[in-house]
């Protein structure tokens, strides 16, 4: 019966979908491919990007010959993957404790507020000189940008998120004698987390780029720093690999925090879900 | 005056809040440890940024007709100071309004060309998903290679930053029209040109508005990323110029600055939002402004 369901015949059906996916991945290659005969040297074709992600993956005499670790490009990787991921948590945990309780506080609300203000319009980006100088060329400084600007995100997510849970949820809970531990575990959290995951999901999309950009202003290992060494001798091929390596664990963290949401809302109607 | 006073009394916990951030800031200045080089403490209170920083930036003006050049032996004078400001400002600013003018128009259309039908939709949608997962800063040295590192190139840059989300915005925005829409006005009679002016850009309005405020963040962050690492002018590139003397004193004057542009750009949008806006309830125009 599923099977059926997949093979009805029709733009909107699965099999639609996918085969037109493939065939626009497939033009988009295609259109890369024309793209680097026109080009030339500095737009490198996919094919060769392929065989660069193979060859230096986890082993690269290249970037070795530039004066980084032997390892390839995996150890890089892994390296920005874990700032940004740890980066990400922890301002995840700060923004939603903090919005949270400034939307049950009016207190924390007036405090936060022009806070959250300045730092949600400054460019977070003006920051990172200053990182580098107070906390030097360590993994603690694009750590720490990254996990403040999680923060100043998911705290206004979680406050207006936490304001469109209908309030009869909270009134029912407090009649029932709720106290403010129940009331958030049961409640507001539950009911506001399709929208948190959109702020997880905007923070992650943001991080990736402002991890690799402090890498580039200074930092002795990581994605941004092999771009900054790949850009002095001209290796157009080497970045465009590790770029799109990047995007690849960008997509795959997307992706798991979406499973997470559908595991974790399993219990809503379905058009509930989406934010 | 009144109103001023209930302003204060209103927002008092507030106001205190940056009163407190200020002073905080002041008292580290003062307490934390002076660097050894003239010109970089740790943390610079705000008379030094705004008394040997500010005065400092003279030494990025290179026009002798209108103020000393210092770098050719000239002295450092306010005037000098307030024109380089003045001329990197303009400079990021430039590169910021005509990308993101230019990334929004271009993608704007290239998103309802392809909203027209959902065969070119199902074609799009996973290279442009895959497109808009590439770390946008990431990609900066790329844009060195292929147009320089020049004005230009900074402007492309932006654009295409923009660009993607309004691309990916319009096409969410199409297909979320009730189909309803669009065949009552075809059964009136409507020509497409019609059915596009009176239906689908009255609607796709607020989507649109709600990519302004997100694209206006990246295309500060788009801007400045690259005059860090590229463009050798504007305000961005200054900061770096201090940092390589960590001269915190001006990264933080410029920073300020920046604070106040970017306030600024927001404030002024959002003025203009909510005016083009006002026919709509004001639920729905609010959240598309948010």
Known sequence: ?275 | MKALRRYVVERKVSLLTILALLLAWQAAGYLSPTSALRGSPLVPPFEFIFGPALLGMSDYWQYEALAPVPSLGGEQTWRGAFLALGYHSALTLWRLVSGFVIGAVIGTILGLLVARSSITRGLFALPLHLLRMIPLLATIPLFQFWFGATNMSAIIFVAYGVGVVYFVGTINAVSNIPPRYIEYARTLGASEWRIFRSIIFPAILPELFSSVMLTLGLAWSAVIGAEYIGVNSGIGRMIIWAEFFSNTGRMALVTILLMVYAGLSYFLFRRIAARILSWMPSSASRSAVL
């Open chain 1, 1 to 275: 019966m599923r099977l059926r369901k997949f093979f009805r015949i029709g733009l909107d059906a699965p099999l639609g979908i996918f085969l037109l996916s493939v065939i626009g991945l497939a033009l988009t290659l295609a259109l890369w491919q024309v793209a680097s005969e026109l080009v030339g040297r500095y737009m490198p074709p996919p094919l060769a990007v392929l065989n660069n992600m193979i060859a230096n993956f986890s082993a690269s005499r290249a970037l070795q010959g530039l004066g980084l670790p032997p390892g390839g490009y995996l150890p890089h990787l892994m390296y920005t993957v874990w700032n940004v991921t740890l980066g990400v948590s922890i301002g995840v945990a700060i923004g939603i404790t903090t919005g949270l309780a400034s939307w049950r506080w009016r207190m924390v609300d007036e405090v936060t507020d022009p806070i959250v203000t300045i730092f949600g319009t400054l460019p977070i980006l003006v920051a990172a000189p200053f990182f580098l100088i107070w906390f030097g060329l360590v993994a603690f400084a694009q750590v720490s940008l990254v996990a403040f600007y999680a923060a100043v995100i998911l705290h206004l997510y979680s406050l207006r998120a936490s304001r469109n849970v209908d309030p009869r949820y909270r009134d029912y809970a407090l009649t029932l004698g709720a106290n403010d531990s129940a009331l958030f575990r049961r409640i507001m959290v539950p009911a506001a987390l399709p929208e948190l995951v959109g702020g997880i999901r905007i923070a992650f999309a943001a991080a990736w780029g402002l991890a690799a950009i402090a890498e580039l202003l200074g930092a002795q290992f990581g994605v941004g720093r092999v771009i900054v060494s790949l850009t002095a001798v001209y290796d157009v091929e080497s970045i465009v690999s590790i770029v799109l390596l990047l995007s690849a664990f960008a997509v795959l963290l997307d992706v798991l925090v979406l499973a997470g949401r559908a595991w974790a809302t399993r219990w809503m109607p379905r058009e509930a879900r989406r934010p």
